[in-house]
């Protein structure tokens, strides 16, 4: 072996994976932090403003720790190469901002198609374009869900504070591996640089859920590896195990083989939605004060939630029956948590602060007939609790 | 005829190589006359011949006609999306370094959409056997000049002729760093499966570029005719130089029947692989 394979740490030099303990932590590397607790085995990344401190964190960590680090020559590279990994058998991450995330966009079909499970941190700053760079921004959260060309599902979580990119960080790459889908960990510019508080728990207490492996051993009849179970979900093979796998972007057959046939087609689209809509009970997390008799709910998410959860503390302070809702995971949105609210009768109108023109004011639209107040800004500031205060108060 | 005793009975029912290919995937879709078929083979040959298992031989392709190679080989194979063969198949190799990782896939694939992923494995020097299949021309499409069609060949999107400098891939590849460089063309079957077989007992970036026709897409319009045609050219042609230095100067041209085709083993060194 060359003289570089040196660099390759003994397993008795290993650095721990999970610094157990009470952190004065940056956002971005909690969610660093996050993705090293859970396991994560392969890097792939791009410099960009605001996420780079992930990639410099996990450029001394990961290795240090046993894992692989590789700075990429591009983000469609970097998403290529974690798909790869995963289908290898990693737990792989990358971690990008707005125009990164757009060049990702092409693989991430790919791993929605392949089903093979990968997380991608978005810190998100103020956009189109090149937009602000520096400053913070929470518009793609649709291009989140809707980015790559065609139907598919995925999962998005939104973390509102550095323990929340820890925490969130770990739930992506369990949600990944047990739904075979690309993961999301949405944050934002003002979360990712923000340092706070970080409790990391004892490794044992760190959920793990893993993959599904075949039922069947290699060569012991033939291993229909997109052929999924009840929940939808086809056990994973990796590569090297001897299943002698295929896996194609062309539409495929439950052999992984390439059928160019619309109904072929129209069951695999189906199921790739259907596997995330149908166990959206199981994936959508929200945490809600104050709803039960409110008249005016909040709809928030990210660093504006912060924002939100004061100004409705105050305005409960006053006397306003107002409510919050902060979502968790953005994707799968918690619908069925609206539609009851609003199936109640207390609820009279939705307001919606968000750092974009009202990417997820639609999403409440689409559930409500009620009015849906927005409070906007396209980037590079967050809406203050006044602000929101007052429209609660109007 | 002489008198040869065929025994019907006694006919093998097999080939040697059927358990690495998918045979419940064919008919394969490739043209009469393609080249691709040939690429594949020999691939699945070196596989035999290694002194690796095949459980621990990977495939990855990208898009396009030589992108379908992946979909053929019975060992665990992966059709990326179109120029991200390179770094997906990086993610296998830094993950699992025992396994064989090849790269089967097209010029236009692994040059033109994938030109950056090219130079960067190459200059990374990522352990893996690149096998880029040039045809000369986006075949899957019908037909398209491409970063390899010779100046003054004919495609859909060029009909009065290319006017681009078109990519010497050997070059490229030495350039960029690949310790292993070779150009053979699907004439040469012995020694491309030779150096397929080099590349799997090597560390570092491979590159291998074997030139097979495209008599659908190219042939055609270049009135080159049907593959045999063309293969006819790569031999009356092809000189056969290992070691060859000047590898600025061995570009193609396979209009003009005054001009020589340089094939050969050109480039191995040694050079650290990538270690993540």
Redesign the interface.
Known sequence: M????C??QTREELEPRVLTGSHFMLGDHACAEGALAAGL??F?GYPITPSTEVAEHLASRL?ASGG???Q???E???M???????????R?LTATSGPGFSLMM??I??AAM?ETPCVVANVQRASPSTGIPTMVGQSDILQARWGSHGDYGIIAYCPASPQECFDLTVKAFNAADKYRVPVFVMMDEIVGHMMERVVIPQPQDIPFIGRKKPKTR?GEGQFLSYRPDDDLVPPMAH????????????THDE?G??AMFPETHDILVNRLVDKIRLNAADIEMHEEFDCDDADTIVVSFGCTARSASAAVRQARAEGLKVGMIRLITVWPFPEGRIRELVAQGDVKRFIVPEINLGQLRREVERLTSLPVLRLNHAGGQMPTPDAILELIRS | MSAIDINVKNAPTSHPIDHLL?A??LPHILCPGCGIGTVVHSYAHAIANSDFP???H?C?SGIGCSGRA??YV????????H??A???????A???P??KVTVISGDGDLSSIGG??LI?AARRNVNMTVICINNFTYGMTGGQVGPTTPIGAKGTTAPKGAVDQPFNLPYLAQATGATFVARWTILHVREFQDAILRCMNK?GFCFIEVLSPCPTGFGRANKIGDGLHEVEIYRERCKIRHGATNLQDIDIDLIDPEKGITVGNFVDIDR?????
């Open positions: 060359p003289d570089s394979a660099a390759m085995d392969f792939a290795p692989r680090f590789v990429m020559e591009d469609l590279a970097s290529a190469a974690i798909i790869g990994a995963s289908a290898a058998g990693a792989s092409e693989n079909g790919l392949l290699p590569a090297g195990e001897g299943y002698k796998v295929h896996m194609t972007g062309l052999r083989y390439p | 998918r419940d995937r095949e459980d621990q990977v990855v992946a979909g019975n060992v665990d194979s992966y059709h990326a999306t120029g991200r390179l770094p997906f198949a990086l993610g296998i830094v993950h699992r025992e396994l950056n992923h960067h560390e650290p692989p990538l270690v993540a």
